[in-house]
């Protein structure tokens, strides 16, 4: 079963307004974090947001925000006032358990969404 | 800038043979992780060491090895190359505290063609 579903293949948006990126996720483990990550063009992958599982307020970083719904396991990231350099590819990540414990292991894998290409329209 | 340093930025092999991908991490980061980028797979993890240890193992295929050496640079070998092992190869490093965050910086990725 995907753990990290990302249902839109492709969004457009015009420049200025707001857009909406969805991110539906699976998991059993009470302590997780949720990442968002962008990757342009140019293909690197830019972290953009963070929200943990036990994080009482929606994540906000400049223009982008979380909309962290635990009970329906979505995590929308929600990006204000497009621009043209918004274009690019847009991943939604998970890590399952959300702090080491005394042994000092790690703090684990990302598990990646399909990805969902925006398009920022002038 | 990342801080995620990766080498070499393409590459591009015959079927059949090795390479060998190298990252060096953050300064200060023990942890290094390493993703594969493809079209068919999307972005799946391959990897991760920790401070020279190997601590968890994704999709990676036998044919594939890594290491974390002393200073903390990783490399991952990829042998008896066929044409789907053509990617885009991530490595990526975090740090190690009690809490927090702790997002992964990638580096900006090395690209293997293998024709």
């Known amino acids: 079963a995907q753990k990290i579903t990302q249902t839109q293949p492709g969004m457009f948006v015009q420049e200025k307004e707001a857009v909406t990126l969805d991110c539906t996720y699976d998991?059993?483990?009470?302590?997780?974090?949720l990442f968002w990550y962008k990757q342009p063009s140019s293909g690197e992958m830019i972290f953009l947001i963070y929200?943990?599982?036990?994080?009482?307020q929606n994540a906000t970083e400049g223009r982008y925000s979380l909309n962290f719904q635990k009970a329906r396991k979505s995590a929308n990231l929600v990006i204000s006032a497009s621009q043209l350099g918004d274009s690019a590819m847009y991943f939604c990540a998970m890590r399952e358990g959300q702090y080491s414990n005394a042994g000092g292991t790690s703090y684990g894998k990302l598990t990646f969404g399909q990805g969902t290409i925006l398009t920022v329209h002038p | 800038d990342s801080g995620v340093t990766q080498t070499p930025k393409h590459l591009i092999t015959a079927t059949g043979q090795r390479v060998t991908l190298r990252c060096s991490p953050r300064?200060?980061?023990?942890?290094v992780y390493w993703y594969q980028q493809s079209l068919d797979q999307g972005l799946q993890f391959l990897i991760q060491y920790y401070n020279g240890e190997e601590r968890a193992k994704g999709n990676i295929l036998e044919r594939f090895s890594a290491q974390q050496f002393p200073d903390l640079h990783s490399e991952l070998n990829l042998s008896s190359l066929e044409l789907g092992d053509s990617a885009l190869y991530f490595c990526?490093?975090?740090?190690?505290?009690?809490?927090?965050?702790?997002?992964?910086?990638f580096g900006p990725g090395t690209r293997l063609t293998v024709l």
């Open positions: 990526a490093s975090s740090i190690k505290t009690s809490g927090g965050t702790n997002e992964q910086f």
């Open positions: 998991t059993s483990d009470p302590s997780y974090g």
């Open positions: 300064s200060g980061d023990l942890s």
């Open positions: 929200q943990g599982s036990y994080d009482q």
